[in-house]
C-alpha cells in the first residue's frame, strides 16, 4: 500500500493490535519482529525513518569496552552477540572498524572498576595499559565460540607511532582491535521497514505522522503532510519515542520520568593529512576531562566525536560552536601539530541519547542497559503502554526480540520466525567472498546490461538491493545528475517511489550518505529535487519548497556552508 492507502485503511478501520510510536532503530526493529509474526501493527514517526538518534550514533555497531569497567558484563556480552549478528545479516552495512586505543600510563585507572562496584565513582581515572588489555582480553573471551572478528593485539609504542604518525610522543603503547563500523547506519532502519511490509500485508509504516493525543481506546495521529487528523483503536502501544518517550506519555496524558537525556554531536571534516594520520583505524582516546572520544575513518573524510551533554528539550538538539570548539582541541590532546580547522567541516550532526532518567553526575557513567517500563491500563487509557527505554544501536535486534515476546504473550500469539539469523534489506543472497562478489557483479552486469563499475559503486551502497535498482536504471533513459555525477537520475527516482521517501532531506540524510559525505552542492541539490519531483507528482511550486527546505536544514542544523549550496 502506499502512503495514501496506508492512511485510507486506518480512517476506514481504526481497530489494530498494535501501535508501535517512534520509528527509530528500537521502534523499526520492533515492527519487523512483530510484522514476522503476523501481528496488524502500524509504527508511526513524527519525522523521518531513523531521524532521532538513530541518525545520530557514532555509527559503530561494538561492544562497548568501556562498560566492562562499569560492570556492566551482561551488556557487553550482548552487544558483542549482537555486533557478530548485524555483520553477518546485513555485509552490505556494516564492516570490520579496526580501532587503536593508545594508552599513556601503565597502571592507572585500575581502581575504576572497583569504585564503581563500590558506588563510589565520581568519573573515571585514565585508563592505563593493564586495564585496557585486561578489557581486551574479557572481549575476546566473550565472543571465544562465535569469533567474527579478529582477536586483539597489544602494540608497543613504535609500532603504534608506526601506525599513526603524529600520536603524542608520550604513548606507552596501544590496543589494537576490530569492531563494527555502519557507514549507512540508517539504510539498516529503512530496509527493515520495507521487509516488514513486504511480509506481511496488515504491517504498516507512516513517516511523517505524530502521536497528537490519546483518551480511552483511542489515539490521536497527525499526518504532518497534510496537517489532517485521524485516531486509531490499538490493543497496545508501544512507545519507542526515544528521548521524547515522556513527551509522548503526557500526550497519551500518562506522565513518565524514565528518560534522562544527553546530547551528542560529531562533525565530519575533508582533511586529507588527517584521513592518512588516521590511517583506515579508528583513534580512541581519552580527552582531557576524561571523555572517551573518535576519530573515525569514514570513507575519505574522518569522523570526530562525540559529546554528551544533559538534554531535555530534543527537538532543539543541534550541534554548538561550544562542541566544535571541544572537537578542535582533540588534534593539539592527541595528534599534536596535526592542523584541524572549522574550514573542513563538511557536515555535523546531533541526536539525544534516550538514557535512563539518572541523578548521576557524570554522564558517562549512566547504563547504556536497556529496560522495558510498562503502564498498565486504567479508566484513562484502556491499552498498556510498553516504553523502550535506553539501549544502543547495537542491541536493537535483541531489544526488540524481547519487546515483541512480551507482545505476542499479550495478544496471545506464539513467535513463528526467529531474527537472529535473518538478513537484512541487501544483505539477503550477500556474496560472501571476493570471488562470490565478482561472479555475482559480472552476472547481474550481463543480466541487466549495467557497466560493471557503476553497478560496483550500486551494490557498495546498496548490497544485493543493487540488483533491482540496476533493472530500473536500465528501462527508461537515464544520465547523470549534474553536479554529482556518481549518481544517476534514475537511480535516485528508484529511492524516491521505492523507499518511502516524502522529502529531498530523507534521500539526502537517510536513504544515502551524499549529504554526510560532503558530497552536496547546489546544482546537484537542484537535479534531485527535479527528479524526484518527477516520480512523485511534485509541482514546480514544490520542487522549489523542498530546495529551500533541505537548504536551510542542512545549513542550520549540519552545518553544511551555504555557498556549497548555491546553483
Ligand atoms: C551521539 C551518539 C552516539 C551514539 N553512538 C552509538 C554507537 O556508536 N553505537 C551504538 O550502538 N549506539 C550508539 N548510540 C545510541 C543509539 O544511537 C541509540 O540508543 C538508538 O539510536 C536509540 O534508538 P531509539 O529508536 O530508541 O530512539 P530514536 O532513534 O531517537 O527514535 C525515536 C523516534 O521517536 C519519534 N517520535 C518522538 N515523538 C513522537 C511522536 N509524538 N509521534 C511519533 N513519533 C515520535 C522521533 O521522531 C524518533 O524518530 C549513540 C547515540 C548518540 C546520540
Not at 24 to 47: E, H, M, Y
Not at 100 to 107: D, E, K
Not at 157 to 164: K, T
Amino acid at each position: 500500500m502506499n502512503r495514501q492507502q496506508i492512511l485510507n485503511h486506518y480512517r476506514q478501520n481504526p481497530r489494530l493490535s498494535v501501535l508501535i510510536i517512534g520509528a527509530g532503530i528500537n521502534g523499526i526493529g520492533t515492527f519487523r519482529d512483530l510484522a514476522l509474526q503476523g501481528v496488524d501493527v502500524l509504527i508511526v514517526d513524527k519525522n523521518d525513518f531513523c531521524a532521532g538518534a538513530s541518525a545520530a550514533s557514532s555509527r559503530q555497531a561494538h561492544g562497548g569496552l568501556r562498560y566492562l569497567e562499569h560492570g556492566d558484563f551482561r551488556l557487553v556480552r550482548e552487544s558483542l552477540a549482537e555486533r557478530n549478528r548485524l555483520l553477518l545479516n546485513a555485509p552490505h552495512a556494516v564492516e570490520l572498524l579496526q580501532t587503536t586505543i593508545p594508552v599513556f600510563s601503565w597502571f592507572s585507572g585500575l581502581l575504576n572498576a572497583p569504585l564503581k562496584f563500590m558506588g563510589r565513582l565520581q568519573k573515571p581515572s585514565a585508563r592505563g595499559y593493564i586495564v585496557v588489555k585486561l578489557g581486551m582480553m574479557l572481549y575476546d573471551w566473550f565472543t571465544r565460540k562465535n569469533r567474527a572478528t579478529p582477536t586483539h593485539t597489544m602494540l608497543t609504542r613504535q609500532q603504534a607511532l608506526e601506525r599513526h604518525s603524529h600520536l603524542r610522543a608520550d604513548v606507552v603503547g596501544a590496543a589494537s582491535y576490530y569492531d563494527c563500523l555502519m557507514p549507512q547506519a540508517e539504510r539498516i532502519g529503512v530496509e527493515q521497514v520495507l521487509d516488514a511490509e513486504a511480509a506481511n500485508p496488515a504491517a504498516h509504516a507512516l513517516n511523517y505522522c505524530a502521536v497528537v493525543d490519546g483518551s480511552g481506546e483511542s489515539v490521536t495521529l497527525r499526518d504532518d503532510l497534510t496537517g489532517e487528523s485521524f485516531t486509531v483503536q490499538p490493543r497496545l502501544v508501544i512507545n519507542a519515542g526515544g528521548a521524547w518517550i515522556d513527551f509522548v506519555n503526557r500526550a497519551l496524558k500518562k506522565p513518565t520520568r524514565f528518560i534522562g537525556g544527553t546530547k551528542g554531536s560529531h562533525i565530519v571534516v575533508d582533511n586529507p593529512t588527517l584521513a592518512k594520520v588516521v590511517n583506515g583505524s579508528s583513534v580512541f582516546f581519552e580527552n582531557t576531562d576524561g571523555r572517551l572520544a573518535i576519530f573515525m575513518p569514514f570513507r575519505d573524510k574522518v569522523i570526530i566525536g562525540a559529546t554528551d551533554l544533559r538534554c531535555d528539550q530534543p527537538d532543539d538538539a543541534v550541534c554548538t560552536d561550544e562542541e566544535i570548539d571541544y572537537f578542535m582541541q582533540f588534534a593539539d590532546h592527541i595528534l599534536p601539530g596535526m592542523q584541524v580547522d572549522r574550514s573542513q567541516i563538511v557536515f555535523h550532526f546531533c541526536g539525544v541519547r534516550p538514557l535512563p532518567a539518572s541523578d548521576v553526575e557524570f554522564v558517562g557513567l549512566v547504563t547504556r542497559e536497556h529496560s522495558l517500563r510498562v503502564i498498565e491500563p486504567d479508566d484513562s487509557i484502556r491499552f498498556p503502554i510498553y516504553n523502550l527505554v535506553g539501549g544502543k544501536w547495537t542491541t536493537f535486534r535483541a531489544f526488540a526480540e524481547e519487546t515483541a515476546d512480551k507482545t505476542l504473550s499479550f495478544l496471545g500469539i506464539s513467535r513463528k520466525v526467529g531474527t537472529e539469523d535473518l538478513p537484512i534489506g541487501g544483505g539477503r543472497d550477500y556474496p560472501r567472498t571476493p570471488q562470490a562478489r565478482a561472479q555475482w557483479l559480472h552476472q547481474v552486469s550481463t543480466r541487466t546490461g549495467v557497466p560493471l563499475d557503476w553497478l560496483t559503486a550500486l551494490f557498495e551502497r546498496y548490497g544485493t538491493r543493487a540488483e533491482a535498482i540496476a533493472r530500473h536504471i536500465v528501462a527508461g533513459a537515464d544520465a547523470p545528475l549534474e553536479g554529482l555525477p556518481s549518481y544517476s537520475r534514475r537511480e535516485i527516482q528508484f529511492l524516491a517511489v521505492q523507499e518511502k521517501v516524502e522529502h529531498v532531506d530523507d534521500l539526502l540524510l537517510r536513504r544515502t550518505w551524499i549529504a554526510m559525505l560532503g558530497l552536496i552542492n547546489g546544482p546537484a541539490l537542484v537535479a534531485i529535487a527535479g527528479a524526484m519531483g518527477e516520480v512523485l507528482g511534485w509541482s514546480a511550486d514544490r520542487v522549489q519548497q523542498e530546495i529551500d527546505r533541505t537548504r536551510t536544514l542542512l545549513t542550520t542544523r549540519n552545518g553544511v556552508p551555504a555557498e556549497r549550496l548555491t546553483v
